[in-house]
């Protein structure tokens, strides 16, 4: 059984760096792609970005220029910063794992998610 | 991006009754490989969503027959042939042919 167990600040201040982690249980952590994807309050999902168990990243255009994924091969980890939070980022974030083809990735398993919401 | 475009947004309906969703992208999901990365997910209150349908007709580990992915092209559905209870949630279509994967809006059903 696959598990993903995400941590992190939960309340941030406008300007200051979100940072949240995701622990892999179960399966190949080499054999995936490693994502997060946000969620605002009462709204829809938005892909943030995605690593691979070599670092290689790719990133939503949207939020490229504050944002930052890395992973942890050793602990089997993942982990996500995104710089200069304002309100518009709070939302409850998922850590996924991407199952991969040849051609496409997609979420087969989720975290639990974190909310985190940024106030003054 | 690509836009997925999901209709209706809510849906009412009693137990045993079928139900459907449509969703349509802004461009073709057909890859150069030959398949479709279209993808279904249910979302239940207060939980991540879960994986029901991948690349359009394949149901994920778990899922039970009533529900089923059809489609090509720009036009997909998901349809399942007798809503029960634990139905209940709201459900995304996501594709995956391009990034960065783009979700549809969200249906929301409902029981009667």
């Known amino acids: 059984q696959v598990l993903l167990q995400q941590w992190g600040a939960g309340l941030l201040k406008p300007s200051e760096t979100l940072s949240l982690t995701c622990a892999v249980y179960?399966?190949?952590?080499?054999?995936?792609?490693w994502s997060w994807i946000r969620q605002p309050p009462g709204k829809g999902l938005e892909w943030i970005g995605e690593?691979?168990?070599?670092?290689?990243?790719s990133y939503n255009p949207s939020l490229k220029s504050r944002l930052s994924i890395s992973v942890d091969t050793s602990k089997n980890q993942f982990s996500l910063k995104l710089s200069s939070v304002t309100a518009a980022d709070t939302a409850v974030y998922y850590c996924?794992?991407?199952?991969?083809?040849?051609?496409?990735?997609?979420?087969?398993?989720w975290g639990q998610g974190t909310l985190v919401t940024v106030s003054s | 991006d690509i836009v997925m475009t999901q209709t209706p947004l809510s849906l009412s309906v009693t137990p045993g009754q079928p139900a459907s969703i449509s969703c349509k992208s802004s461009?073709?999901?057909?890859?150069?490989?030959?398949?479709?990365?279209l993808y279904w997910y249910l979302q239940r209150s207060g939980q991540p969503p879960q994986l029901l349908i991948y690349?359009?007709?394949n149901r994920f580990s778990g899922v039970p027959d009533r529900f089923s992915g059809s489609g090509s092209g720009t036009d997909f559905t998901l349809k399942i042939s007798r809503v029960e209870a634990e139905d209940v949630g709201v459900y995304y279509c996501?594709?995956?042919?391009?990034?960065?994967?783009?979700f549809g809006q969200g249906t929301k059903l409902e029981i009667k």
């Open positions: 996501m594709q995956s042919i391009q990034l960065p994967y783009t």
């Open positions: 690349e359009v007709s």
């Open positions: 690593s691979n168990h070599s670092g290689s990243t």
């Open positions: 461009q073709s999901l057909v890859h150069t490989d030959g398949n479709t990365y």
């Open positions: 179960g399966g190949s952590f080499s054999s995936y792609y």
């Open positions: 996924v794992r991407l199952y991969c083809t040849v051609g496409s990735c997609y979420p087969d398993y």
